[in-house]
């Protein structure tokens, strides 16, 4: 059967109250910072339930509910190479809400410590990856929602599906490339900085100018970060699990439509970026910190533009440049663009123009 509890953050002047799960040493959610909540008890509805743990965990009665989203776990199971179930998994599904006020006074909870954390610090916290998907919801003011958790048995995030579309996971990187254990979803990660991998293929022609020609994108407007500017050939992130050069391809196909052989996919070295400063930029009013090691590739098998397949939500357009004119372009900060000026230096040294 599967399981129901409810969870829910009281708010109070920019803070949230958050309860540090010490008390239970074999507590699954021990050392984690979560909100207040619990079992739903026979014969009660999820507002029932979370107006009565509440005032068992803290001692206030909770006003201005607000149910915001159905969180369904799935963890503990085991698949094989097909996708199918091997060793079944636990289900359990969370009514979330959000509480804006409430009265009473406070008792000491016997399953942690209770704090009022501000918003911005609870990101900082201990908690699962999951929890920062709905965090973020929260704080972007996302109508209700359903969203699908699926954690491994090591406790570790493998898929988060939100109203039904899967949402990108990555794998969160060590200073020195290597892979942390950590998993986290791509806005999380970019709202928080965190390490991650990217693939930056560029393709290029011969030309009787500088050499060569590089083909740029013109990012869809819709885009999270840099909408509208110029940009590298075919870029993405790797997801969590996957390769380099299987995501390159895979890039090249999704935005250009070109199905490229991986062997005609040529490394040329690797390139650390992120944006200046700690603070990021904020596109569509939100915040975005880039930080990235990024697996940069030459293509320079033919191809005509015209009979490009462009992914609309990614890419506007795309067009031919003069190598050395596209890099004084971005010397001189005359192209709108979000290329790296060092990067573009790499392709240059790469083809003998540099």
């Given amino acids: 059967m599967n399981e129901c509890t409810t969870l829910c953050y009281v708010e109070k002047d920019g803070k949230y109250l958050m309860l540090h799960r010490t008390t239970k040493k074999n507590d699954i959610n021990h050392e984690k910072w979560i909100g207040i909540g619990g079992h739903c008890e026979e014969g009660e509805s999820p507002e029932e339930c979370i107006l009565r ?35 079944h998994p636990v289900s359990e599904y969370m009514f979330l809400f959000t509480a804006s006020d409430f009265h009473g006074d406070p008792i000491p909870c016997d399953e942690g410590e209770l704090q009022w954390i501000s918003k911005e610090e609870v990101w900082d916290l201990n908690l699962w990856a999951g929890d920062r998907i709905f965090f973020r919801l929260l704080d972007e003011e996302a109508p209700f929602f359903s969203l699908k958790l699926l954690y491994d048995k090591s406790g ?12 990108e996971l990555f794998d969160i990187l060590n200073e020195d490339g290597t892979q942390s254990g950590q998993v986290e979803e791509r806005n999380v990660a970019h709202r928080l900085g965190l390490l991650h991998g990217t693939v930056h293929t560029w393709i290029v022609r011969k030309n009787e100018k500088s050499g060569y020609d590089v083909l740029l994108q ?6 999270d970060s840099h909408p509208g500017e110029y940009d590298i050939s075919s870029a993405g992130h790797i997801s969590s699990g996957d390769t380099p050069l299987l995501s390159a391809v ?3 196909q999704e935005e250009l439509g070109i199905d490229a052989d991986p062997s005609d996919i040529k490394e040329i070295g690797i390139h650390r970026g992120k944006f200046a400063g700690n ?11 880039d930080r990235e090691i990024s697996h940069v590739y030459i293509y320079d098998k033919e191809i005509d533009i015209e009979k490009l397949k462009l992914q609309e939500s990614e890419v506007e357009s795309v067009k031919w440049m003069d190598y050395a004119e596209c890099r004084q372009a971005l010397k001189e900060k005359t192209i709108h663009s979000c290329v790296y000026l060092d990067e573009f230096e790499q392709i240059g040294e790469a083809l003998g123009l540099v």
């Fill in 250 to 252: 895979r890039e090249m």
């Fill in 279 to 289: 603070f990021g930029k904020n596109f569509h009013d939100r915040l975005f910190k």
């Fill in 156 to 167: 570790t995030l493998r898929e988060a599906v939100l109203n039904g579309k899967e949402l």
């Fill in 218 to 223: 013109k990012r869809s407007m819709n885009k």
């Fill in 53 to 87: 743990e509440a005032r068992e965990e803290t001692g206030y009665i909770l006003d201005g509910l607000r149910f915001r989203g159905i969180v369904t776990f799935v963890s503990g199971g085991e698949r094989d190479t097909e996708g199918r179930w091997t060793e």
